[in-house]
């Protein structure tokens, strides 16, 4: 894990990319590290995401309502103040937005697979 010096973060002066979906458009805000990224992401109202996704994540709802779809049918509504957590490659999903939604992302390498170490002791 790279070491990240203390700092704040402003998201008023971090850009926003634009990334559109099956339907509706979802804005992105980033900040990369070597092994880590934070996102401040907003969708649109009837926002359906373009793909499923593999990636590992936590999720944080900081405003509105969404669905995650697993690619198995199951759907789960989160609503702010819920989060999820998901690592790579152990479920297809992918959001869904009736109205506008904003939330927190963060996804890393240390949501890859590994081989059972815990940092719970």
């Given amino acids: 894990m790279e070491k990240i010096p203390f700092q704040t973060i402003d998201w008023s002066n971090v850009p926003k990319t634009e990334h559109i979906g099956e339907t509706g458009t979802a804005y992105w805000q980033t900040l990369a590290f070597d092994t880590l990224r934070i996102r401040l992401v907003e969708y649109s109202a009837n926002y359906i995401a373009d793909h499923w996704c593999q990636k590992g994540h936590i999720v944080h709802c900081l405003e509105g309502e969404f669905i995650s779809e697993l690619e198995n ?3 789960f509504i ?5 989060s999820y957590v998901v690592s790579n490659n152990l479920s297809s999903h ?3 937005s009736t109205g506008s939604v904003k ?3 963060i996804d890393g390498n240390f949501l890859k697979e590994s081989s059972g170490s815990s940092v719970l002791a």
């Fill in 73 to 75: 049918g199951e759907k």
């Fill in 78 to 82: 989160l609503t702010k103040g819920m």
């Fill in 103 to 105: 939330l927190l992302i």
């Fill in 94 to 96: 992918r959001s869904i």
